[in-house]
C-alpha cells in the first residue's frame, strides 16, 4: 500500500508551490498529484505529458421540467441552499450553482417533475514528467474544484500506484479549509502545512491544523520567508510543537523564487539559498511519513 504525502496551506501564496515542486524533484518512485486544479502552477513547473486523458463529470445539479410542474412549492421549501426560485415566467426553476445535488427535491416531487442532469465540468488526465507520473485536471471555465475531483484524481494515483508498485504519492493540495481540501486530507498519511510569518498565517494554520486533527492525520508545518518575522516565526514553531505537529523546517525569503517560478524553474534547482533548508525539511517529512 503506498503512502500519501500531502502538502497544503491555510490560503494561496505561501509557498505551496514551491515546496511541492521541490518534493516533486527530491521524491524517488512516486505519483506526483495535483489536486489543486485552480492553480496552474505544478502543471507549468512538471510540464507533464499527457498520456490519457477523460471527461471529468461534476456535480448532478436538478433541473425542473416546466411542463411537469404543478407549482405545488414543495421543492422551493425543502432547498436548504436555496438553489429552487420562481422566474419571471412564473416557472420553478433551479440555480445550477447554488444546487448542492442532495436529490432531495426530487425526491420530494409529487409531479415527478425534477431529475437530476449530468454536467461535464473538465478533463483529467495521467500524464508522463521528468519527475514521475503526474493525475492532474482542468477545469472548464467557470467550474470550481470540487471534493469529488480531488477524490477522484486521488483514488486515480492509488490504482497506478498499486499496480506500478510505486510506494509513494505526493499531492499538492489546494489552499483553505473548504471541501477540496478536505478530500485532500482525507487518507493522507502525513500533511505538510506551509505558512507564512504573520499573525493571518498563524491564524490559518491554526483552522487547517484543527482540521487535519479531526481526521486524525499526523501533521508538519514549514515556515516560508521566515527571516520576515522571526518572532511569528517562533510563535508559529511554538504551536506546532505545543499541538503535536512535527516542525519540520523554515524556509529564508529569496526574491529569486518568484523569479524561478515565472521563468518555469523549480525554485530549488534554481534558488541556491532554499536549498539545504529544504533537504533538511524533506527528509524530516519522509522520517514523519
Ligand atoms: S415540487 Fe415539483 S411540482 Fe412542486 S414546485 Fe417543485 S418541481 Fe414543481
Ligand atoms: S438537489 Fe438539493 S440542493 Fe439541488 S435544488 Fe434540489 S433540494 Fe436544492
Given amino acids: 500500500m503506498s503512502k500519501e504525502l500531502v502538502i497544503i496551506s491555510g490560503k494561496g501564496g505561501t509557498g505551496k508551490t514551491t515546496l511541492t515542486s521541490s518534493f516533486a524533484y527530491l521524491m524517488k518512485d512516486k505519483i506526483i498529484v495535483d489536486a ?11 510540464k507533464p505529458d499527457v498520456k490519457k486523458k477523460e ?8 433541473r425542473i421540467d416546466t411542463e411537469k410542474c404543478t407549482k405545488c412549492d414543495i421543492c422551493k421549501q425543502l432547498c436548504r441552499f436555496d438553489a429552487i426560485s420562481i422566474n419571471d415566467e412564473g416557472n420553478y426553476v433551479v440555480n445550477e450553482i447554488k444546487c448542492d445535488a442532495c436529490d432531495l427535491c426530487r425526491i420530494a416531487c409529487p409531479a415527478d417533475a425534477i431529475e437530476m442532469v449530468e454536467t461535464i465540468s473538465g478533463e483529467w488526465y495521467e500524464s508522463e514528467t521528468k519527475y514521475g507520473i503526474m493525475v492532474h485536471a482542468k477545469l472548464y471555465p467557470g467550474a470550481e474544484n470540487s471534493g469529488n475531483l480531488v477524490t477522484m484524481v486521488k483514488h486515480r494515483a492509488h490504482i497506478l500506484s498499486e499496480e506500478k508498485n510505486i510506494p509513494y504519492i505526493l499531492v ?8 477540496p481540501v478536505i478530500s485532500t486530507i482525507s487518507g493522507a498519511d502525513f500533511v505538510v502545512i506551509i505558512t507564512e510569518p504573520t499573525q493571518s498565517g498563524l491564524h490559518d494554520l491554526e483552522r487547517v491544523k484543527k482540521l487535519c486533527d479531526s481526521f ?7 515556515v516560508n520567508k521566515y527571516d520576515l518575522n522571526e ?14 505537529s512535527v516542525f519540520l523546517g523554515v524556509i529564508p525569503f529569496d526574491k529569486s523564487v518568484s ?3 515565472v521563468n518555469e524553474e523549480i525554485p530549488y534547482v534554481a534558488c ?4 539545504k533548508p529544504i533537504d533538511e525539511i ?8
Fill in 272 to 275: 541556491d539559498s532554499i536549498k
Fill in 172 to 179: 499538492d493540495g489546494s489552499p483553505g479549509i473548504g471541501c
Fill in 282 to 289: 524533506f527528509n524530516k517529512a519522509m522520517e514523519s511519513l
Fill in 55 to 62: 471527461l471529468f463529470k461534476g456535480n448532478m445539479p436538478a
Fill in 259 to 261: 523569479k524561478a517560478i
Fill in 216 to 222: 486524525k492525520v499526523k501533521t508538519g508545518v514549514v
Fill in 36 to 46: 489543486d486544479a485552480d492553480a496552474a502552477d505544478m502543471y507549468i513547473l512538471m
Fill in 231 to 244: 518572532e511569528v516565526s517562533n510563535k508559529i514553531k511554538s504551536f506546532s510543537e505545543e499541538n503535536g
